[in-house]
């Protein structure tokens, strides 16, 4: 059974910065596309950044701002959150895609295993 579990939301200010990371457990995560959700109130879940064994993808919205990384060794991964923005607050959810050597997809549906979420607000 893969468990996953983010930390790291608060609340910050405009400008600041803010990382987020989630630890996997269950499963080998260095073969397997790992990504970041993020749902605000009212609004449809929607892709943040996502990491394979390629590379990383952004969505538009946070790239240049946004960094995503892993750890293999630490079965970790980590959403560097800088200059942030008030459009920036929701839950942000980890998630992992099964199988080895998947593409970085911006679906949420192609995603099997969630962490619960983590709030990151940010005042403006």
């Known amino acids: 059974q893969v468990q996953l579990v983010e930390s790291g939301g608060g609340l910050v200010q405009a400008g600041d910065s803010l990382r987020l990371s989630c630890a996997v457990s269950?499963?080998?995560?260095?073969?397997?596309?790992m990504g970041w959700f993020r749902q605000a109130p009212g609004k449809e879940r929607e892709f943040v950044a996502a990491i394979n064994w390629i590379g990383t993808r952004y969505a538009d919205s946070v790239k240049g701002r946004f960094t995503i990384s892993r750890d293999n060794a630490k079965a970790t991964m980590s959403l560097q959150m800088n200059s942030l923005k008030s459009e920036d607050t929701a839950v942000y959810y980890c998630?992992?895609?099964?199988?080895?050597?998947?593409?970085?997809?911006?679906?949420?549906?192609?995603?099997?295993?969630w962490g619960q979420g983590t709030q990151v607000t940010v005042s403006a």
């Open positions: 998630a992992v895609r099964s199988g080895r050597g998947s593409t970085a997809s911006t679906a949420s549906s192609d995603y099997n295993y």
């Open positions: 269950g499963r080998t995560v260095s073969a397997l596309t």
